[in-house]
């Protein structure tokens, strides 16, 4: 039987915006040309062991990370679709230290685009799902084009928030604060077609646990009294070592997701505005949470673009275990 039924992501946006009567129109647009440029992002990744995009610039980015070819292409990509639209006022990349002025030759817009070009890259030689991360918010700045204020907004004020993971399909998951929506792109028609409407994590959750052990020995005692009481009642772990993937994973089964704080990373080393407090947004319109271990990640008021945080994600009742746990370290760390 054919099914005539496809609902694209395109419509599903228009259907969004609809409930907001004052709409312009700019926000669905931001959406619409990234999902363009997630488009153009997924063909080159799916093709990385074909063509010379695998492997490392000379470069090395804000943290000191060596920048992956298919990072810097990711990150050209987003802004070469975004930067002329006149949606938005600025922008801020995992790949710039500063934030990125709209060029004075294109008109400005009301909305702020936070992202991480391409989250994992250093899995991809080894063919381990990758993804992109964004934040959207409205511009509060005063002047004629946006200005650090407007990026530095607490994750509660987001208008929508989504990722794109690159994995044996190519999916965008979104929220605009009407619930969480997966799309699916179909290859054969170049459109993401809604496959998971609706997203709410699983109740009772996935006995799982996700965290990199290897940094135990410098965990606070919380932290680790924590994940032996898991494995005590029989949890699984699972870490693929991809935000986009971990997080995807918990999302759609259920459990928790963890980069604890650490003696060496006591910030953790997760990026709090286009990392945690778009996934945060995800996970709670979801019916999860988000935590530092202390406080919701959507509550947390940034001071610099690129901070880290901690980030215990997924669902409910295991961060609400995580954070009591976290507080007995909250002394030592
Ligand atoms: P670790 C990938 O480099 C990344 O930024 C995230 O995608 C991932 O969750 C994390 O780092 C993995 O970090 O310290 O466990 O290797």
Not at 18 to 24: K, S
Not at 122 to 136: A, C, P
Not at 152 to 181: F, K, W
């Amino acid at each position: 039987m054919l099914d005539t039924h496809i609902v694209t992501l395109s419509r599903h946006i228009v259907e969004q915006e609809r409930r907001f009567p004052e709409a312009t129109g700019q926000f669905t647009n931001v959406l619409f040309d990234l999902a363009l440029a997630a488009k153009v992002i997924g063909r080159e990744v799916n093709k990385a062991g074909i063509v010379d995009v695998i492997g490392r610039t000379d470069q090395v980015n804000v943290h000191g990370e060596t920048v992956q070819k298919l990072d810097e292409y990711a990150d050209l990509v987003v802004l070469n679709a975004m930067d002329h639209t006149g949606n938005l006022c600025c922008m801020a990349s995992e790949e710039h230290e500063d934030v990125i002025a709209i060029p004075e030759r294109f008109p400005t817009g009301e909305y702020v685009l936070m992202y991480d070009p391409l989250d994992g890259s250093s899995n991809i030689d080894v063919n381990v799902s990758i993804g992109t991360i964004f934040s959207i918010h409205r511009k509060v700045s005063k002047g004629p084009r946006g200005a650090l204020e407007d990026c530095l907004q607490v994750g509660r004020r987001q208008v929508a928030a989504g990722y794109v993971v690159y994995g044996s399909s190519t999916m965008l998951v979104y929220t605009s604060g009407a619930g969480v929506h997966g799309f699916t792109l179909d290859p054969s028609i170049g459109e993401f077609v809604l496959s998971h409407p609706d997203v709410t994590l699983p109740d009772p959750p996935n006995r799982v646990y996700s965290v990199n052990e290897a940094y135990a020995p410098r965990w606070g005692e919380g932290q680790r009294a924590f994940v032996a009481e898991l494995k005590e009642e029989g949890y699984t772990q699972r870490y693929i070592g991809s935000l986009v993937s971990d997080f995807h994973r918990t999302l759609l089964r259920g459990g928790i997701f963890m980069y604890p704080p650490d003696l060496r990373q006591p910030q953790g080393k997760l990026r709090l505005l286009y990392e945690a407090a778009p996934l945060a947004f995800i996970a709670e319109q979801a019916g999860g949470r988000a935590s530092t271990g202390e406080i919701d990640i959507m509550d947390v008021v940034p001071t610099e673009l690129h901070q880290r945080t901690p980030l215990f994600m997924g669902s409910k009742g295991m961060v609400d275990r995580a954070e009591e746990f976290l507080a007995r370290d909250r002394a030592i760390l």
